[in-house]
């Protein structure tokens, strides 16, 4: 609950060049922002994600079929697929008939092929509407930020949200991680508003956000419980708010209702034939841990959230679950592991993002807990609690395999941070001109990394990784996504090169770019496809994405798997193109 005080306070700030113009400034940085993204998108290929994301989306949109790549909620796909339907996009048919998912990665395959003359045209426009929720992100970061701060804190904190390169290298990626963060955002500033003046409108709102929040990333079901204790606690303690229980149980079903009902939109309300508890991807988890004797109702309970959410949208909730379950090979300074490390986001967080940041980052949270300490504002608890709660639930995450799943944490770190700044500048009248050279100074620095991060914000660490290369610190999308195989594949082109051995993680673009790719993962003993030249991935010099075995039956040890491409960790390479993709010549 927001003290008294808290809202004069707010407006407390001291009326400046800043303040005055607080709204155009943001709109100039967000415009900039934009641009920068946009100019990357022209230049980078999509990431071996966007491979499948964009076509599962077109046939979301044309087909209503949701089974491809179901193990992603609709949003992010269906926004990314509906400027294609503006062109004349071709996609092969889908079989109505259970399929696994090779066939959809075979649909896919032969969906770019088929439009692989505007390939760079298509890929362009689907990543637009990513571009558009991330500058719609940064407009709630100010207006939540201004509404709760002032108007200088929020530009501190747009400032910050336009220049972190993991915020530019995703804000123009179809994927959950952007979208989810708008959610997370979107959800907590409503479920705070609620619980400031309870009554069905807020309440409707607040289901209506954490339904967004469900069918942009799945991991964001787990506001589902917490939410539940919070209208249970608010059920018991309603006369101590002068709140009629029955009413608090009316805003539960009310936002009960709106919650599924977001959800079946976004879904287009498509419901395909309920699945077996033993034919979904829920099997990986449930058999292993019940018995026989729990083995119907859980049947049942499965058919029943079929009948009132998609299929689709539970399978993927169950996939993940079996993904959670399996664990992800990932790997951190020098070490790698299949389930995780408690730390890895954290550290991970600690590497890719720009220094000024992390520093003002750890000042800011600090200064939320003194604040708290001396009182509890409402305005403050709204930026700490759900950054806690997310920090844990990831430290729990046996998926490691990027700081982008960190981004929803993102906006609160902004906000805290603009709003830290602030209040120094607005405290320290003292030493008015020390701190604003400071804050100054900070900015400036944040900007530098940010151009020198350009274009290549994906693969971006700061000054604390600088002993050893990129890939022994981190892997995955953290080094390597696939988006500079266009870059490759112009530069052997250049050359007169046509074929070139490829280990990375986004190689069937490489045909559609022109180039063959040779074989050169192969079985011990086997003698790989002679080449001129060999690409490799970051992410598979580090040797956690390199796979476990071959199609003929022969499995790696995990010793052999890490480091099969060890001698290019040796070599010095040719060429390195985004920091993600070593070019090695083998001969002349």
């Given at each position: 609950?927001?003290?008294?005080?808290?809202?004069?306070?707010?407006?407390?700030?001291?009326?400046?060049?800043?303040?005055?113009?607080?709204?155009?400034?943001?709109?100039?940085?967000?415009?900039?922002?934009?641009?920068?993204?946009?100019?990357?998108?022209?230049?980078?290929?999509?990431?071996?994600?966007?491979?499948?994301?964009?076509?599962?989306?077109?046939?979301?949109?044309?087909?209503?079929?949701?089974?491809?790549?179901?193990?992603?909620?609709?949003?992010?796909?269906?926004?990314?697929?509906?400027?294609?339907?503006?062109?004349?996009?071709?996609?092969?048919?889908?079989?109505?008939?259970?399929?696994?998912?090779?066939?959809?990665?075979?649909?896919?395959?032969?969906?770019?092929?088929?439009?692989?003359?505007?390939?760079?045209?298509?890929?362009?426009?689907?990543?637009?509407?990513?571009?558009?929720?991330?500058?719609?992100?940064?407009?709630?970061?100010?207006?939540?930020?201004?509404?709760?701060?002032?108007?200088?804190?929020?530009?501190?904190?747009?400032?910050?949200?336009?220049?972190?390169?993991?915020?530019?290298?995703?804000?123009?990626?179809?994927?959950?991680?952007?979208?989810?963060?708008?959610?997370?955002?979107?959800?907590?500033?409503?479920?705070?508003?609620?619980?400031?003046?309870?009554?069905?409108?807020?309440?409707?709102?607040?289901?209506?956000?954490?339904?967004?929040?469900?069918?942009?990333?799945?991991?964001?079901?787990?506001?589902?419980?917490?939410?539940?204790?919070?209208?249970?606690?608010?059920?018991?303690?309603?006369?101590?708010?002068?709140?009629?229980?029955?009413?608090?149980?009316?805003?539960?079903?009310?936002?009960?209702?709106?919650?599924?009902?977001?959800?079946?939109?976004?879904?287009?309300?498509?419901?395909?034939?309920?699945?077996?508890?033993?034919?979904?991807?829920?099997?990986?988890?449930?058999?292993?841990?019940?018995?026989?004797?729990?083995h119907a109702p859980l049947e049942a309970g499965y058919y029943a959230l079929q009948v009132v959410f998609p299929a689709d949208f539970v399978s993927?909730?169950?996939?993940?679950?079996?993904?959670?379950?399996?664990?992800?090979?990932?790997?951190?300074?020098?070490?790698?592991?299949?389930?995780?490390?408690?730390?890895?986001?954290?550290?991970?967080?600690?590497?890719?993002?720009?220094?000024?940041?992390?520093?003002?980052?750890?000042?800011?949270?600090?200064?939320?807990?003194?604040?708290?300490?001396?009182?509890?504002?409402?305005?403050?608890?709204?930026?700490?609690?759900?950054?806690?709660?997310?920090?844990?639930?990831?430290?729990?995450?046996?998926?490691?395999?990027?700081?982008?799943?960190?981004?929803?944490?993102?906006?609160?770190?902004?906000?805290?941070?603009?709003?830290?700044?602030?209040?120094?500048?607005?405290?320290?009248?003292?030493?008015?001109?020390?701190?604003?050279?400071?804050?100054?100074?900070?900015?400036?620095?944040?900007?530098?990394?940010?151009?020198?991060?350009?274009?290549?914000?994906?693969?971006?660490?700061?000054?604390?990784?600088?002993?050893?290369?990129?890939?022994?610190?981190?892997?995955?999308?953290?080094?390597?996504?696939?988006?500079?195989?266009?870059?490759?594949?112009?530069?052997?082109?250049?050359?007169?090169?046509?074929?070139?051995?490829?280990?990375?993680?986004?190689?069937?673009?490489?045909?559609?770019?022109?180039?063959?790719?040779?074989?050169?993962?192969?079985?011990?003993?086997?003698?790989?496809?002679?080449?001129?030249?060999?690409?490799?991935?970051?992410?598979l010099l580090n040797g956690s994405t390199v796979p476990g075995g071959f199609d003929n039956g022969v499995v790696l040890t995990e010793g052999e798997?890490?480091?099969?491409?060890?001698?290019?960790?040796?070599?010095?390479?040719?060429?390195?193109?985004?920091?993600?993709?070593?070019?090695?010549?083998?001969?002349?």
């Amino acid at each position: 609950m927001m003290l008294d005080g808290e809202k004069r306070e707010a407006g407390t700030t001291a009326p400046d060049f800043l303040s005055r113009r607080a709204g155009l400034l943001c709109a100039l940085l967000l415009a900039l922002m934009a641009a920068q993204m946009l100019a990357v998108i022209r230049q980078k290929s999509i990431t071996v994600d966007e491979w499948v994301m964009i076509p599962a989306g077109y046939y979301h949109l044309t087909a209503g079929d949701y089974r491809p790549v179901n193990e992603h909620p609709p949003f992010a796909k269906v926004i990314a697929a509906a400027p294609l339907l503006l062109t004349h996009t071709q996609a092969p048919p889908l079989d109505a008939a259970p399929h696994d998912y090779e066939y959809f990665l075979g649909k896919f395959d032969d969906f770019w092929h088929r439009n692989a003359v505007r390939f760079d045209y298509l890929t362009l426009w689907a990543r637009v509407p990513a571009i558009l929720v991330t500058l719609l992100l940064g407009a709630l970061v100010f207006v939540f930020a201004r509404r709760h701060w002032g108007a200088r804190a929020a530009l501190f904190a747009v400032a910050l949200y336009s220049l972190e390169p993991t915020v530019l290298a995703h804000g123009r990626v179809v994927q959950t991680d952007i979208p989810s963060a708008l959610a997370f955002l979107l959800f907590s500033f409503t479920l705070y508003e609620y619980l400031k003046s309870p009554d069905a409108r807020r309440a409707a709102y607040t289901g209506l956000t954490l339904g967004l929040a469900a069918v942009t990333k799945f991991s964001m079901i787990a506001l589902a419980p917490v939410l539940a204790v919070v209208l249970v606690a608010l059920f018991i303690l309603a006369p101590r708010r002068g709140l009629k229980r029955a009413r608090v149980a009316g805003h539960a079903v009310a936002l009960a209702f709106a919650a599924v009902v977001a959800v079946n939109a976004a879904y287009f309300f498509q419901h395909r034939r309920p699945e077996s508890l033993d034919d979904a991807l829920a099997r990986t988890v449930v058999p292993a841990r019940v018995g026989d004797a729990l083995h119907a109702p859980l049947e049942a309970g499965y058919y029943a959230l079929q009948v009132v959410f998609p299929a689709d949208f539970v399978s993927g909730i169950g996939w993940q679950l079996g993904h959670a379950h399996n664990g992800h090979q990932a790997g951190l300074l020098g070490m790698y592991s299949q389930y995780g490390w408690w730390y890895y986001f954290p550290v991970a967080f600690a590497l890719k993002t720009p220094l000024p940041i992390v520093l003002l980052v750890l000042a800011a949270v600090a200064w939320a807990l003194l604040r708290l300490r001396r009182r509890v504002e409402g305005r403050v608890l709204v930026l700490v609690l759900p950054l806690a709660f997310f920090t844990c639930l990831l430290m729990l995450s046996t998926i490691n395999i990027g700081v982008r799943y960190y981004l929803p944490a993102y906006p609160f770190f902004f906000i805290l941070s603009g709003a830290m700044v602030d209040d120094v500048l607005r405290r320290g009248c003292a030493r008015a001109g020390a701190a604003a050279a400071l804050a100054a100074l900070v900015f400036c620095w944040v900007a530098v990394e940010a151009v020198r991060a350009f274009p290549d914000h994906m693969t971006y660490m700061n000054q604390l990784a600088s002993a050893r290369p990129h890939w022994w610190y981190l892997s995955d999308s953290n080094v390597e996504w696939g988006d500079d195989v266009r870059d490759l594949a112009l530069y052997l082109r250049a050359r007169g090169e046509h074929r070139v051995g490829a280990a990375i993680l986004d190689w069937p673009l490489l045909d559609i770019y022109g180039l063959e790719a040779a074989q050169v993962f192969v079985p011990p003993g086997e003698r790989a496809e002679d080449v001129r030249y060999v690409a490799v991935g970051a992410s598979l010099l580090n040797g956690s994405t390199v796979p476990g075995g071959f199609d003929n039956g022969v499995v790696l040890t995990e010793g052999e798997r890490v480091n099969y491409f060890e001698q290019f960790r040796r070599r010095a390479p040719e060429k390195i193109f985004g920091g993600s993709i070593y070019l090695y010549r083998m001969k002349e």
